[in-house]
């Protein structure tokens, strides 16, 4: 996270000396990305439901970046800022839900939709789906071995644990997680980062050792949450977070 971050600070000096309408958006979902990792929801917040869209409408308008290019990013953010805020039931309020589900035929937001239902206490609903995205997917084998798998899969992984806590359908859907841990297993010392960039959703092995309660291992999870400290600890999330 320390190098991410470092990352965000040179890509500043970049925007600053290119002076685009594209580089000063970037720059901001950037910031945006590493707001909503430490915590900062009101910075956050302020431009991803403010200027940030504002921007992305007025380019896409024109044809200066690929259409939906950036707007799918704005709502990333937008979803992920409810859910770190404890306010996805404000997502289903909101036409930002209608964008997710129009866009349901990406797998990360088939992933997302879950787990805002989950999150909204639609269990049964939220199974429907993780069941779904299963049929189509051959049981979750049909993913690539990165790329969006990774925050698919890390999605999934909570929505799973999600209806493990509240018992829901745990025998129909079970046969499917194997896949999801062995795609996350296979990358223990990464982040999981979605979109272009849009959320920073933290190290792969912390959903690997949710994958492993859902599994009734609880020693094989606190192997993979130890090891999710180590590429987190120089940069935590902030108290402030719902994750944390």
Excluded at 46 to 72: C, F
Excluded at 178 to 207: E, I, K, N, S, Y
Excluded at 217 to 222: D, K, M, N, S, V
Aim: aromatic content about 8%; hydrophobic content about 45%; glycine content about 8%.
């Amino acid at each position: 996270v320390t190098a991410a971050d470092a990352t965000v600070r040179r890509h500043r000096e970049h925007a600053a000396h290119r002076h685009s309408t594209l580089a000063r958006w970037q720059q901001g979902t950037l910031d945006a990305l590493m707001n909503l990792w430490q915590g900062e929801f009101a910075a956050a917040e302020e431009w991803i439901l403010g200027e940030s869209r504002t921007i992305a409408e007025a380019m896409e308008e024109n044809l200066s970046v690929p259409a939906d290019t950036l707007s799918q990013t704005c709502l990333g953010q937008a979803y992920w800022l409810r859910h770190e805020q404890g306010r996805m039931a404000d997502l289903f309020g909101s036409p930002l839900m209608t964008g997710v589900r129009r866009r349901d035929y990406f797998p990360v937001w088939r992933a997302g939709l879950a787990l805002a239902l989950c999150e909204t206490g639609r269990h049964e609903q939220a199974a429907d789906q993780v069941l779904a995205f299963a049929a189509d997917t051959g049981g979750f084998t049909g993913f690539p071995p990165n790329g969006w798998a990774l925050p698919t899969a890390a999605v999934l992984a909570q929505a799973c644990a999600e209806l493990a806590a509240r018992d829901v359908r745990v025998e129909e859907w079970l046969p499917y997680v194997p896949p999801l841990r062995a795609l996350l297993d296979a990358h223990p010392g990464d982040l999981v980062l979605a979109g272009w960039p849009t959320v920073l959703l933290g190290p792969a092995a912390r959903f690997s050792g949710l994958l492993a309660l859902v599994a009734g291992e609880p020693e094989t999870a606190l192997g993979h949450l130890r090891r999710a400290v180590r590429p987190a600890q120089r940069r935590r999330p902030s108290s402030g977070s719902k994750r944390a």
